[in-house]
């Protein structure tokens, strides 16, 4: 079973920027499609992003769209997630995951597979 792991997170004021992680061990990403997914305290965990391997399509929430953007190299076990003009809001802990496929309406990733430790990120006002 993959194990994934994300890094990167850290404490950063608002208007900055981070770029989180994602690598895999034991196997590989899924060949289909990866998202990254973000719990805040006291909230669900939520879809923040992914992309397709085969053509690179990547999709995003409203809220994140124009600031954050998802790449990688399926290859590699590799993904990323470039964080800028970071908010409070975006405030949370940061999770890779396996799409086992992507709704055709608002084409969010639907996760599968195990979740691993997730990031910490922190975003002052």
């Known amino acids: 079973q993959v194990q994934l792991e994300e890094s990167g997170g850290g404490l950063v004021q608002a208007g900055g920027s981070l770029r989180l992680s994602c690598a895999a061990s034991?196997?590989?990403?899924?060949?289909?499609?990866m998202g990254w997914f973000r719990q805040a305290p006291g909230k669900g965990r939520e879809f923040v992003a992914a992309?397709?391997?085969?053509?690179?399509?990547?999709s995003y929430v409203d809220s994140v769209k124009g600031r954050f953007t998802i790449s990688g190299d399926n290859a590699k076990n590799t993904m990323y997630l470039q964080m800028n003009s970071l908010k409070p809001e975006d405030t949370a802990v940061y999770y890779c995951?396996?799409?086992?496929?992507?709704?055709?309406?608002?084409?969010?990733?639907?996760?599968?597979?195990?979740w691993g430790q997730g990031t910490q990120v922190t975003v002052s006002s």
């Open positions: 995951i396996s799409c086992v496929t992507i709704t055709t309406d608002q084409a969010m990733c639907v996760p599968g597979g195990s």
């Open positions: 034991g196997r590989t990403f899924s060949s289909y499609a």
């Open positions: 992309i397709v391997w085969s053509g690179g399509r990547t």
